[in-house]
């Protein structure tokens, strides 16, 4: 993969999908949020080759999700905590599950997100911090940010321009 | 990868995973949902190889995220439009966008998710719809859901049982 074209890598999107974009690396910070810190926990939760394990335990550690911890001298082992970093990533597990669950899920909620002490299952929703405005993409999108450069503001603006409406608003009425 | 594992396809993220699981998935989907949707576009956001470009949109249409609707007879060309699944996978981008900017932004916020009206950028977070109180994990975990089988009762009962309380709010009682 071309990971360093330079569009790219100024969006922030392909940014953390630079340190979890591996399948794997999802399912162990899903695991390790749920408290699994353990090698052998995870590869009894996931399934997964030891040394296939083992390099996606260290790209985490190394991107700053995980932190590497010896709980025993003899031998030597390690166990993986969630940093603060990898903490933030819970909100990214709660909207993947909530999409399967609306989308992909025929048989019914297998899994969900609960409320630790009701033990209720969470509807959530993303809104504006101030306003509690829903965030949908019918009323937010993608734009360059304070720090773009002059690239990334041109891209931004000549995408706009080019797609005035949403396309889900007016789907049929962009290619007259 | 053994994407078959029983367990590991009962989770919702899992099978979110199956659909968008790949790096170029996501960016595609991003691309997508900001009105992107002729090939040529694509390859020119993304840099990436027309063979790996093609397969990436067929896996999408086939999960059901992209429609390929026909723009052009005479060469037939293809068009691919968010259908009401992908659209709904925009709070999943903007997660991935918010954390990003949060940590992996040394150079500033150069790109962000602004509101389509006023241009603001937004601050999101994510929060149980009814009460409005944030969804993070120190309240909220997995848990079974209401279809769940035995074998998924099971399993995240035993994973309440050994980890009580979250291990973000304390790290180090764990191991004694």
Redesign the interface.
Same mark, same amino acid.
């Given at each position: 993969? !071309? #990971?360093k074209?330079f $569009?790219?890598m100024?969006?922030?999107?392909? %940014? +953390?999908?630079?340190?979890v974009? $591996? /399948? /794997?690396s999802?399912?162990i910070m899903?695991d390790a949020?749920?408290?699994?810190?353990r090698f052998d926990e995870f590869q009894a +939760?996931?399934?997964?080759a030891p040394n296939i394990l083992t390099r996606r335990l260290n790209s985490l550690v190394d991107a700053?999700l995980l932190e590497r911890r010896q =709980?025993s001298d003899h031998p030597p082992r390690h $166990?993986y905590?969630?940093t603060a970093?990898g903490?933030?990533?819970?909100?990214?597990?709660?909207?993947?599950?909530? /999409?399967?669950?609306?989308?992909? &899920?025929p048989?019914?909620? %297998?899994? *969900?997100?609960?409320?630790?002490?009701t033990?209720a299952?969470?509807?959530?929703?993303? *809104?504006? %911090? @101030?306003t %509690?405005v829903p965030?949908? $993409?019918?009323? =937010? @999108?993608?734009?360059?940010?304070?720090?773009?450069?002059p690239r990334?503001r041109q891209r =931004?603006a000549a995408?706009a321009e &080019? #797609?005035p409406s +949403? !396309? +889900?608003t007016s789907?049929q009425s962009?290619?007259k």
């Open positions: 993969m !071309h #990971r074209s $569009e790219k100024a969006c922030p999107i392909a %940014r +953390s999908l630079e340190r974009g $591996e /399948w /794997w999802m399912l899903r949020l749920h408290g699994l810190a +939760s996931l399934g997964i700053g =709980y $166990e905590v969630p970093c903490r933030d990533f819970f909100p990214v597990l709660v909207t993947l599950l909530t /999409w399967g669950n609306k989308h992909f &899920a048989d019914g909620q %297998r899994v *969900v997100i609960a409320n630790r002490n033990g299952a969470v509807d959530p929703v993303l *809104v504006e %911090r @101030a %509690r965030v949908g $993409e019918s009323n =937010y @999108a993608l734009a360059a940010g304070p720090d773009a450069n990334t =931004y995408m &080019a #797609r +949403s !396309h +889900s789907p962009r290619n």
